[in-house]
């Protein structure tokens, strides 16, 4: 299980000795990845150079509404600084407003700053309709995202069993589901493996995968 998990640390607070031992503990754990802010990108990627972690960073978070150039230079800085992996959130607005052409440029955009790197589109599913998911999964593979990510975590709810099936049931298998926010314990994590998904991000990566409880919000 440990594979699965995206060592997660956004809390606006977060200090460069956390996020050092977010890293001591993700390399410990042979976690997937660190998920943090991007201004501590560089500093990351110099604690987990000798190991296979990887630095993964958020782009237009938490809301997503920022303007595709923003999202873009953000993203290049990133990826400049160590990052491999950019989690977007997708502009929500203009989903709900059906300006569908913005939202696929807006992540094509993105995806084309980062090159190879790993694109993954956050929907913040409790903002959108079960066709709103459905359509943002259809947009974003469109679009060449490589994962669909429910929430951001900063939402009224995370992660949803409900919204990973629908996640799934629109996008092919060239697209990987992420799920995030409010997973923090063993059992839960499995029913979301199970269900397919490939990633989970999490503050409580640990408890997870030591089968302890957790108290984190993310």
């Known amino acids: ?39 501590y990108v560089k500093s990351a990627a110099e604690i987990l150079k000798d190991s296979e972690v990887k630095v993964c960073t958020v782009v237009g978070f938490p809301l997503g509404a920022s303007s595709t150039k923003a999202k873009t230079e953000e993203a290049k800085q990133a990826i400049a600084d160590g990052a491999s992996e950019i989690d977007m959130v997708l502009h929500q607005g203009k989903l709900k407003s059906k300006d569908f052409a913005y939202v696929k440029e807006d992540i094509q955009a993105v995806k084309n700053a980062i090159g190879n790197h790993t694109l993954k589109v956050i929907l913040e599913i409790c903002n959108l309709t079960d066709e709103e998911v459905a359509k943002a999964c259809q947009i974003s593979e469109q679009a060449g995202a490589d ?65 302890t409880s957790s108290n984190s919000t993310y």
Not at 1 to 30: F, G, P, R, S, V
Request: proline content about 0%; some cysteine; charged content about 20%.
């Open 1 to 39: 299980m440990n594979t699965y998990i995206d060592h997660t640390l956004l809390n606006a607070d977060a200090t460069l000795k956390q996020i050092h031992n977010l890293c001591e503990e993700a390399i410990a754990y042979k976690f997937a990845s660190v998920c943090i802010n991007s201004s």
């Open 147 to 211: 994962f669909v990510k429910t929430s951001t975590g900063f939402g009224s709810h995370g992660a949803t069993l409900e919204a990973v099936k629908i996640m799934k049931n629109n996008s092919s298998d060239k697209v990987k589901i992420k799920a995030s926010g409010g997973i923090r314990d063993t059992e839960t994590a499995k029913k979301y493996i199970d269900l397919g998904v490939s990633r989970i991000g999490a503050s409580a990566g640990i408890a997870i995968v030591e089968g």
